[in-house]
């Protein structure tokens, strides 16, 4: 009869099951699975695009705080040219404690002009960044999808659209919209999104070419998908991935083409809102004459607002691009080994019929490995174990 005597490790005990709040979470993740993904991968950008994220990050943060907290952070309103007590704010006066920027030409504050600016600012910004996303990218996704004639058309008409200037196209929208009611804001906004459609429009054209010819999509075809279930369900999900990093990058050059305009007059009236170009082209006389000050800040304004935008957009690029990301190398650590190795014992007893003798042995868990063999010389052979007389 043989007998093996093995001393195993104890089974782990196993996990407790998971709560309520944890299955709660964990469904919560799935549902927001893209952003946590987005996130997970800003957290991990390593470099030079890290900074330019965060740099960009927190410029854009300050615009925005200033745009939608104006009336509380701006002293006075944008045309406010005298104190509460009905005291006239000195002409073209010099930065002091009632007015910490100075005053312009009109005797209005500067600081109240910047702040009420950036509400301007992001006001025309959203406005044309949304009608842009929602103009271009439809018409790209119907156009790369389609195909046919209405690409052919379609293709032509952006391509026109993106040769002019987009100063000089944007002055000749603002010329068309003249007009229509929400005032000088809409009028802009629209202006601008003329000039930034045919850009979403090209970069969805293209995704949307390569995407339609995916197996995904001519198995929802088979299946009998129709073409509008398919453009929603299948390919737009996977053709927008690029439209953010373009939106931020659209933003700062939205920011500079209304200066731009307001700079040569077509923008927003003076009367309607505050708008930092229209006060730099107020403010060139005053350079000459050493005021520095009434074109100082809104210049300021303007680039740290579209270097925010620029930073963040390039700072996105780099960590949402799986061909120009750095992630963080993980350092492989080996731990050291506590446990030796173990074996396991094998005893067998046998009881001869006629001799009455016993045998014992004792085999290795692993088999030791083969013995080096040596030039020219065999390897020895195992002694055989003589059996042991009953007793010694």
């Known amino acids: 009869m043989a ?34 993904k987005i996130r997970a991968q800003i957290r991990e950008t390593e470099g030079v695009a890290k900074y330019m994220l965060w740099t960009g990050l927190v410029l854009s943060g300050i615009f925005v705080i200033a745009a939608v907290f104006a009336p509380w952070i701006a002293p006075y309103d944008f045309d406010t040219y005298k104190t509460d007590s009905g005291e006239r ?12 920027f100075g005053t312009t030409v009109q005797s209005l504050d500067v600081l109240s002009r910047v702040v009420w600016g950036a509400r301007t600012a ?19 996704l119907v156009s790369g999808f389609v195909g046919g004639w209405l690409d052919r058309v379609l293709v032509l008409i952006m391509d026109t659209l993106f040769a002019f ?46 995407a ?11 299946m009998g998908a129709k073409p509008t279930t398919i453009m929603r369900r ?15 990058v659209n933003a700062a050059d ?40 009434t074109a100082t800040f809104p210049c300021v304004a303007i680039v740290l607002a579209i270097l925010g935008f620029t930073l963040l957009g390039e700072g996105l690029n780099e960590a949402l691009n799986p061909s120009m990301r750095r992630r963080k190398i993980a350092k492989a650590v080996i731990p050291p080994i506590t446990n030796p190795r173990k074996t396991v014992t094998l005893t067998a007893t046998a009881t001869a019929t006629a001799e009455g003798t016993a ?19 065999p390897a020895p052979e195992p002694t055989p174990t003589e059996p042991q007389e009953e007793g010694k």
């Open 3 to 36: 007998t093996t005597e093995i001393n195993p490790t104890p089974n782990p005990a196993p996990e407790p099951a998971a709560t309520a709040a944890e299955a709660a979470a964990k469904t919560k993740g799935h549902r927001f699975g893209g952003l946590h």
């Open 89 to 100: 704010f000195p002409k073209q006066g010099a930065p002091s404690g009632t007015n910490w």
């Open 122 to 140: 992001l006001e025309v910004i959203l406005l044309s960044v949304v009608f842009s996303l929602i103009v271009g990218v439809l018409l790209g």
């Open 165 to 210: 200037p987009y100063l000089l196209l944007a002055i000749v929208a603002a010329f068309m919209f003249q007009g229509l009611p929400g005032g000088g804001v809409l009028t802009t906004a629209l202006a601008i999104t003329v000039v930034y459609i045919p850009q979403y429009f090209r970069v969805v054209r293209a995704s949307t070419l390569s």
């Open 212 to 222: 339609r010819e995916a197996v995904y999509v001519e198995a929802a075809r088979a």
């Open 234 to 248: 299948y390919v737009f999900s996977n053709v927008v991935q690029s439209v953010p990093v373009i939106t931020t």
């Open 254 to 293: 939205a920011l500079g083409t209304l200066a731009g305009l307001g700079f040569l007059g077509f923008g927003i009236q003076p009367t309607e809102a505050a708008e930092w170009g229209y006060d730099v082209s107020r403010s060139l006389d005053d350079i000459n004459a050493g005021m520095w000050w």
């Open 359 to 377: 045998s014992t042995a004792t085999v290795p868990a692993q088999a030791d490995p083969p013995a080096a063999e040596s030039d020219g010389d």
